[in-house]
């Protein structure tokens, strides 16, 4: 069994004991079982991070037979994209699961349960190198988000969870079309009969053009209800919403990454169709960079800003992914990790004011972290990190998308600029609002960060800093896989 296997088995291994082990004295068993599991999968994420060979290439690898009537393998592997990826989402639950006391009433055990195999689909889409089984943990993982929002959300739960689920199936039943067609070419080529990732690009990157489109089409429709690319958007602002803080943290942390993952999948498999149709690439990538950017000036509800953020945020992603230049790919995978740190940062911080405040509203959150400075610091390196504030980590990756954008479709990729002028506005409307305006007299005083919150916290700010100075810790991770996609 490889490494990549235990990304799966520890969180499940955790999930079952969070649903033995007795509650304790203070009710928290199960929950510090599974901040022990997530605890184990981050550091074993870490460890093969260190152990990685940057000359690239599948590593950690676990290749059993699954369904050989088809040509299923069970096979796992993970490259440096998939790496950086999984390192991302061991951090993020971890951090979940630590600001549960603080952002909800109580941590029951289902809701740990779901969250553990939440963590568990998400690493399988990361390290799944087989297309098949990608699909199935790709649907896999819309079971557990669809209980955390559906049980544990807000009034609206019901709706935002229904709409989360039609939406992600939808796109799934589309691409699921594309993954059949490839398969079928396969086959027809005399090629290894099955869905392995490595067989099946190298049919299609000689396919019929006509396939190659037809694939991306329907692949890429999939993965851009995930990203999500605007006009797809309409579930993640009602979902975030309705979410509970830890959901929300995953949902925008890590779920959106599937699609930016997957359509780096696609780039890969499919060159030829992302070339006739960069022009539609570039004008939806900078549709959803200023539109999700438009909307979320426009919001009084903190959750639904951050959401309509990170869709400004993840068209970044698509844009350079769809330039497919080396500088661009590589700007769009240090975008997903970036983007993952800082709106994980900001629905935590969300969070706690809303669990003291009971209010979502930035008008009624006026001066709240004014008189708690450890939160104000922190919510101030966070909004300009999100702003892309050089020497942060923002602005990396937006940098190396322009770049990469620039050199696919000249000046015309400087229009996702208006974006960037828009967060900073709605940004610094934040900071206005919640740092430097006074406190009304009938509102309460924030609580100032507590000992377990910081400890949450404190990583991701540290991160946002560490690779705002030193990106290369993750470009060298991923450089040479984008180099080996670009250059077959």
Same mark, same amino acid.
């Given at each position: 069994m #490889?490494a990549?296997?235990? *990304?799966? @088995?520890?969180?499940? %291994?955790?999930? =079952?004991a /969070?649903?033995? !082990?007795?509650?304790?004295?203070?009710?928290r068993?199960?929950?510090k079982?599974?901040i022990g599991a997530?605890?184990?999968t981050?550091?074993?994420t870490l460890?093969?991070?260190?152990?990685?060979d940057?000359?690239?290439?599948?590593?950690?690898?676990?290749r059993?037979?699954w369904?050989?009537e088809?040509?299923?393998?069970?096979h796992?592997?993970?490259d #440096?994209?998939?790496l950086a *990826?999984a @390192?991302l989402?061991? %951090?993020l639950? =971890?951090? /979940?699961?630590m !600001?549960?006391?603080?952002?909800m009433?109580r941590?029951?055990?289902?809701?740990?349960?779901?969250?553990?195999?939440?963590?568990?689909a998400?690493?399988?889409?990361?390290?799944?190198?087989?297309?098949?089984l990608f699909?199935?943990?790709?649907?896999?993982?819309?079971?557990p988000?669809?209980?955390?929002?559906?049980?544990?959300?807000?009034?609206r739960?019901?709706?935002?969870?229904?709409?989360?689920?039609?939406?992600? %199936?939808?796109g799934?039943?589309?691409?699921?079309?594309g993954?059949?067609?490839?398969y079928?070419?396969?086959?027809?080529?005399?090629?290894?009969h099955?869905?392995e990732?490595t067989?099946i690009?190298?049919?299609?990157r000689?396919?019929?053009?006509?396939?190659?489109?037809?694939?991306?089409?329907?692949?890429?429709?999939?993965?851009a209800?995930?990203?999500?690319?605007?006009?797809?958007h309409?579930w993640l602002p009602?979902a975030h919403?309705?979410a509970?803080?830890?959901a929300?943290?995953?949902?925008?942390?890590?779920l959106l990454?599937?699609?930016?993952y997957?359509?780096?999948?696609?780039a890969?498999?499919?060159?030829?169709?992302?070339e006739i149709?960069g022009?539609?690439?570039l004008?939806?990538g900078?549709?959803?960079?200023?539109?999700?950017?438009?909307l979320?000036?426009?919001?009084?509800d903190?959750?639904?800003m951050?959401a309509?953020?990170?869709v400004?945020?993840?068209?970044f992603?698509?844009?350079?992914?769809g330039?497919?230049?080396?500088i661009?790919?590589?700007?769009?995978?240090?975008?997903?990790?970036?983007?993952?740190l800082?709106?994980?940062?900001?629905?935590?911080?969300?969070?706690?004011v809303?669990?003291?405040t009971?209010s979502?509203?930035?008008?009624?959150?006026?001066g709240q972290a004014?008189?708690?400075?450890?939160?104000s610091?922190?919510?101030?390196?966070?909004?300009l990190?999100s702003m892309?504030?050089?020497?942060?980590?923002?602005f990396?990756?937006?940098f190396?998308?322009f770049?990469?954008?620039?050199?696919r479709w000249g000046?015309?990729?400087?229009?996702?600029g208006?974006?960037?002028?828009?967060?900073?506005?709605f940004?610094?409307?934040?900071?206005?609002r919640?740092?430097l305006?006074p406190?009304p007299?009938?509102?309460?005083?924030l609580?100032?960060?507590?000992?377990?919150e910081l400890?949450?916290?404190?990583p991701?700010a540290?991160?946002?800093?560490?690779?705002?100075?030193f990106p290369g810790?993750?470009?060298?991770?991923?450089a040479?896989?984008i180099a080996?996609?670009?250059?077959?």
């Amino acid at each position: 069994m #490889g490494a990549s296997t235990l *990304l799966l @088995v520890l969180p499940v %291994l955790g999930a =079952l004991a /969070a649903a033995l !082990v007795p509650a304790g004295a203070d009710g928290r068993g199960p929950l510090k079982v599974a901040i022990g599991a997530a605890g184990a999968t981050l550091i074993l994420t870490l460890a093969l991070a260190l152990r990685f060979d940057t000359a690239g290439g599948e590593q950690f690898t676990t290749r059993l037979p699954w369904v050989p009537e088809i040509g299923v393998v069970f096979h796992l592997g993970l490259d #440096g994209v998939a790496l950086a *990826l999984a @390192v991302l989402t061991g %951090l993020l639950t =971890l951090i /979940a699961l630590m !600001v549960v006391p603080a952002t909800m009433t109580r941590a029951e055990r289902p809701f740990l349960i779901w969250f553990l195999l939440l963590e568990a689909a998400v690493m399988g889409v990361f390290a799944a190198r087989d297309w098949f089984l990608f699909y199935v943990f790709w649907e896999l993982a819309l079971i557990p988000m669809f209980f955390l929002i559906g049980i544990w959300g807000g009034t609206r739960r019901a709706q935002a969870a229904y709409s989360f689920f039609m939406y992600t %199936l939808a796109g799934s039943v589309v691409m699921l079309i594309g993954l059949m067609a490839a398969y079928v070419e396969a086959v027809a080529q005399g090629a290894v009969h099955g869905f392995e990732m490595t067989v099946i690009a190298e049919v299609m990157r000689n396919a019929p053009i006509e396939l190659q489109s037809f694939v991306f089409v329907c692949v890429a429709l999939g993965m851009a209800v995930k990203v999500p690319i605007v006009p797809l958007h309409g579930w993640l602002p009602t979902a975030h919403v309705e979410a509970p803080v830890p959901a929300s943290i995953m949902l925008s942390g890590i779920l959106l990454k599937m699609g930016g993952y997957g359509l780096l999948r696609l780039a890969d498999m499919v060159p030829g169709a992302f070339e006739i149709f960069g022009a539609i690439i570039l004008a939806l990538g900078v549709l959803t960079i200023v539109y999700g950017a438009v909307l979320a000036f426009r919001q009084d509800d903190l959750k639904a800003m951050i959401a309509y953020s990170s869709v400004s945020h993840m068209g970044f992603v698509v844009l350079g992914i769809g330039s497919l230049t080396e500088i661009g790919l590589r700007g769009a995978a240090v975008q997903m990790f970036s983007h993952g740190l800082v709106t994980a940062a900001l629905f935590l911080l969300v969070g706690i004011v809303y669990a003291q405040t009971h209010s979502r509203s930035l008008i009624r959150s006026t001066g709240q972290a004014r008189n708690a400075p450890r939160f104000s610091v922190l919510l101030t390196m966070t909004l300009l990190a999100s702003m892309g504030l050089p020497g942060l980590s923002g602005f990396v990756g937006e940098f190396q998308v322009f770049m990469g954008g620039i050199e696919r479709w000249g000046l015309t990729a400087a229009l996702a600029g208006i974006g960037l002028i828009l967060t900073a506005a709605f940004s610094l409307r934040v900071f206005r609002r919640m740092v430097l305006m006074p406190v009304p007299r009938d509102s309460a005083v924030l609580r100032d960060l507590g000992t377990l919150e910081l400890a949450a916290v404190l990583p991701l700010a540290a991160l946002m800093l560490i690779l705002g100075l030193f990106p290369g810790l993750i470009s060298t991770l991923v450089a040479a896989d984008i180099a080996a996609a670009l250059h077959p």
